[in-house]
């Protein structure tokens, strides 16, 4: 078995995974993912008109108090109160419904972005070689699946509008202002300057920050994951101070690394506050002398306040879209990494589809090298191996040989960086993956078990399989229990199958290869965890299925060999030698250490 790669990936950081982005390049990152929006551009339209119609409502309304104030009030005429105040509800109302509606079309397109673009990204996950798998901490891909797509949405679906209409308002008010006083008016287009290399300055510092928190919220979360993962070990060894810690450490550094990106907003934060509010002081002073020099009348000093107030609200959301951009920014940086990374098994161009009912599985490891990605030695170094129709191959060696990698290339878990394995003469690479995998089972010694029925476990191989074939399935594998939990075959097992024995989990992962009824079998140890007793009743059973499949078995048990035909000997690389159990005994000194003193006995 492999080591837990959990354990290795705490350690380091993907390797593939870069330095803090530059700003252009996470703004190309984002700019890449803009084909999301495609869907809903009708929407993003009408979102955006609506938007614009309900800024063009509360125009009116300054407008309008500057008629009542200058007309009925000062001429004391209060009939035309009513109609003029009656368009001033007329129009806030209409806002209202306008703003309604669009918030009602944006929470629609926002979450079908997050849904499309997270599909994607999973579909993505799924095609990525176990290799990406190994390297990647699963916290690192939890965060962009969750964290980095809500910044993405966030913005695509929010900031984007708010942004535009921030723009669109301060231009539509700034003419107003300048046509009613063209002296103040130019003085609050004048606070755009400060404004502006404020807001530079604050997404400079803001990206760097953002993608800071995005990556420890990635770390955090991987020691979450092995924390409840790991949670017997842990108990276990009485491990949970030290957990405690650990998780402490990374938490305090996200609460930091937040705590300064935070910092770096409420001080820019605090200048988009200031700014209008600096402003709007002036205005009232510089109103007020105009209005005594009768260069503006006080309806129009009323509406120029409120037209200015309505500066505010957009001019303080500008922090909040700034730092709403970065985000997605980084984050779209981060998403990409994933989206990027190609996957390095796929069907290669005109790969064939093998049909199970053509297929006699006839293995072949020819000149076979293999070293795992960033590691120099390698672990398999020229293989040659032939497995013959129907034929039971079990591989032993010492712990860390190279057993699993071996059987792993066959459903191409792994690709060989030297020689080729074959089925009947047809390089795999050349196969497609669906049909290659379709026609090679496999059960793994820690069996994964998925938050699902049990009748879903089973059938995850071939989801067509009829009742019987699932009961012979568990009649081989001895698995018959599953009929005695709560609710059968219906029962839902719980996270990894963590409510079963290991036992109980290795029987099922070996009914649910055996149900595919594969040409090529691989067993990896898959009875390690059953007494001798049980053991002796699946071999029994097995070796009915072994008789029609070609298979490959790591063994580390002399019970577990009795299933094979013949032995193979895995040692430094290469095939160190081959048999039958017996003869190996008998002439490889070596075999009989590897298999331990019960060989012996049983061999006697
Ligand atoms: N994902 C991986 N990345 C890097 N090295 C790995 C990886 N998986 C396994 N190795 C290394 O490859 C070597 C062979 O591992 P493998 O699991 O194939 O041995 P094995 O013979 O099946 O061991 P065991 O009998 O203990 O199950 C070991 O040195 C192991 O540390």
């Given at each position: 078995m492999t080591s837990q790669p959990s354990a290795q990936k705490s350690e380091t950081k993907p390797p593939d995974e870069p330095e803090p982005p530059q700003r252009r390049h996470a703004l190309s990152s984002l700019w890449r993912l803009r084909h999301y929006l495609r869907p809903y551009r009708g929407r993003m339209i009408a979102m955006f008109t609506l938007a614009l119609a309900a800024t063009g409502a509360a125009l009116v309304v300054p407008w309008l108090i500057q008629r009542v104030i200058d007309g009925p009030i000062t001429g004391g005429d209060t009939s035309g109160v009513w109609l003029l105040g009656g368009a001033i509800a007329v129009f806030g109302f209409a806002e209202a419904v306008i703003i309604w509606i669009r918030r009602f079309i944006q929470a629609k397109v926002a979450l079908g972005l997050e849904a499309d673009m997270r599909a994607d990204l999973y579909a993505h996950m799924q095609k990525l070689h176990a290799g990406f798998h190994d390297r990647w901490q699963t916290g690192q891909l939890l965060a962009r699946a969750t964290a980095d797509l809500g910044s993405m949405r966030r913005f695509m679906a929010w900031g984007l509008i708010f942004g535009a209409m921030s723009l669109v308002t301060f231009a539509a008010v700034t003419v107003q202002l300048v046509a009613l006083n063209w002296q103040l008016g130019l003085l609050v287009a004048a606070s755009a300057v400060p404004l502006f290399f404020t807001a530079r300055n604050f997404a400079r510092a803001y990206i760097v920050a953002s993608r800071q928190m995005q990556d420890q919220q990635g770390e955090v979360a991987s020691i979450a994951e092995q924390a409840a993962q790991g949670i017997r070990v842990i108990k276990a060894f009485g491990r949970a101070p030290h957990m405690e810690r650990l998780f402490g450490v990374e938490a305090v550094r996200l609460r930091d690394v937040s705590v300064a990106r935070m910092d770096i907003a409420a001080r820019s934060w605090a200048t988009f506050n200031v700014i209008p509010n600096a402003t709007l002081a002036i205005v009232l002073v510089g109103g007020a002398i105009a209005v005594a020099h009768q260069q503006l009348t006080i309806g129009g000093l009323v509406a120029f306040v409120s037209l200015q107030l309505m500066l505010v609200w957009p001019v303080e959301?500008?922090?909040?879209?700034?730092?709403?951009?970065?985000?997605?920014?980084?984050?779209?940086?981060?998403?990409?990494?994933?989206?990027?990374?190609?996957?390095?098994?796929?069907?290669?161009?005109?790969?064939?589809?093998?049909?199970?009912?053509?297929?006699?599985?006839?293995?072949?490891?020819?000149?076979?090298?293999?070293?795992?990605?960033?590691?120099?030695?390698?672990?398999?170094?020229?293989?040659?191996?032939?497995?013959?129709?129907?034929?039971?191959?079990?591989?032993?060696?010492?712990?860390?040989?190279?057993?699993?990698?071996?059987?792993?290339?066959?459903?191409?878990?792994?690709?060989?960086?030297?020689?080729?394995?074959?089925?009947?003469?047809?390089?795999?690479?050349?196969?497609?993956?669906?049909?290659?995998?379709?026609?090679?089972?496999?059960?793994?010694?820690?069996?994964?078990?998925?938050?699902?029925?049990?009748?879903?476990?089973?059938?995850?191989?071939?989801?067509?399989?009829?009742?019987?074939?699932?009961?012979?399935?568990?009649?081989?594998?001895?698995?018959?229990?599953?009929?005695?939990?709560?609710?059968?075959?219906?029962?839902?097992?719980?996270?990894?199958?963590?409510?079963?024995?290991?036992?109980?989990?290795?029987?099922?992962?070996?009914?649910?290869?055996?149900?595919?009824?594969?040409?090529?079998?691989?067993?990896?140890?898959?009875?390690?965890?059953?007494?001798?007793?049980?053991?002796?009743?699946?071999?029994?059973?097995?070796?009915?299925?072994?008789?029609?499949?070609?298979?490959?078995?790591?063994?580390?048990?002399?019970?577990?060999?009795?299933?094979?035909?013949?032995?193979?000997?895995?040692?430094?690389?290469?095939?160190?030698?081959?048999?039958?159990?017996?003869?190996?005994?008998?002439?490889?000194?070596?075999?009989?250490?590897?298999?331990?003193?019960?060989?012996?006995?049983?061999?006697?």
């Amino acid at each position: 078995m492999t080591s837990q790669p959990s354990a290795q990936k705490s350690e380091t950081k993907p390797p593939d995974e870069p330095e803090p982005p530059q700003r252009r390049h996470a703004l190309s990152s984002l700019w890449r993912l803009r084909h999301y929006l495609r869907p809903y551009r009708g929407r993003m339209i009408a979102m955006f008109t609506l938007a614009l119609a309900a800024t063009g409502a509360a125009l009116v309304v300054p407008w309008l108090i500057q008629r009542v104030i200058d007309g009925p009030i000062t001429g004391g005429d209060t009939s035309g109160v009513w109609l003029l105040g009656g368009a001033i509800a007329v129009f806030g109302f209409a806002e209202a419904v306008i703003i309604w509606i669009r918030r009602f079309i944006q929470a629609k397109v926002a979450l079908g972005l997050e849904a499309d673009m997270r599909a994607d990204l999973y579909a993505h996950m799924q095609k990525l070689h176990a290799g990406f798998h190994d390297r990647w901490q699963t916290g690192q891909l939890l965060a962009r699946a969750t964290a980095d797509l809500g910044s993405m949405r966030r913005f695509m679906a929010w900031g984007l509008i708010f942004g535009a209409m921030s723009l669109v308002t301060f231009a539509a008010v700034t003419v107003q202002l300048v046509a009613l006083n063209w002296q103040l008016g130019l003085l609050v287009a004048a606070s755009a300057v400060p404004l502006f290399f404020t807001a530079r300055n604050f997404a400079r510092a803001y990206i760097v920050a953002s993608r800071q928190m995005q990556d420890q919220q990635g770390e955090v979360a991987s020691i979450a994951e092995q924390a409840a993962q790991g949670i017997r070990v842990i108990k276990a060894f009485g491990r949970a101070p030290h957990m405690e810690r650990l998780f402490g450490v990374e938490a305090v550094r996200l609460r930091d690394v937040s705590v300064a990106r935070m910092d770096i907003a409420a001080r820019s934060w605090a200048t988009f506050n200031v700014i209008p509010n600096a402003t709007l002081a002036i205005v009232l002073v510089g109103g007020a002398i105009a209005v005594a020099h009768q260069q503006l009348t006080i309806g129009g000093l009323v509406a120029f306040v409120s037209l200015q107030l309505m500066l505010v609200w957009p001019v303080e959301a500008l922090g909040w879209i700034i730092a709403n951009g970065n985000e997605a920014m980084t984050a779209a940086d981060r998403v990409k990494d994933v989206f990027d990374t190609e996957p390095a098994i796929a069907d290669a161009p005109g790969a064939v589809a093998v049909a199970r009912a053509e297929t006699r599985g006839h293995v072949r490891f020819e000149g076979v090298s293999f070293a795992y990605e960033g590691v120099a030695e390698p672990v398999l170094d020229g293989v040659d191996l032939e497995v013959r129709p129907g034929e039971t191959l079990a591989i032993a060696g010492v712990t860390g040989s190279g057993k699993t990698t071996l059987v792993s290339l066959v459903p191409r878990l792994y690709d060989v960086t030297g020689g080729r394995v074959t089925i009947d003469g047809t390089d795999i690479r050349d196969l497609s993956l669906a049909s290659l995998r379709s026609v090679v089972a496999t059960a793994f010694e820690d069996p994964t078990l998925f938050s699902m029925s049990v009748r879903e476990n089973l059938t995850l191989g071939r989801a067509e399989s009829t009742d019987a074939e699932v009961a012979e399935a568990l009649r081989v594998a001895q698995a018959e229990f599953v009929h005695d939990l709560p609710y059968g075959l219906d029962t839902r097992i719980g996270e990894q199958g963590l409510s079963l024995s290991g036992g109980q989990r290795q029987r099922l992962a070996l009914a649910r290869a055996v149900l595919v009824k594969p040409a090529v079998l691989v067993l990896d140890d898959p009875l390690s965890a059953l007494d001798v007793h049980t053991e002796e009743l699946v071999e029994r059973a097995l070796a009915s299925v072994l008789k029609g499949t070609t298979a490959l078995i790591v063994v580390h048990r002399p019970s577990t060999v009795m299933l094979a035909d013949r032995v193979a000997l895995l040692a430094e690389g290469r095939i160190a030698a081959i048999g039958s159990h017996s003869e190996l005994l008998e002439t490889v000194p070596a075999y009989a250490q590897v298999l331990s003193a019960e060989s012996e006995e049983m061999a006697a």
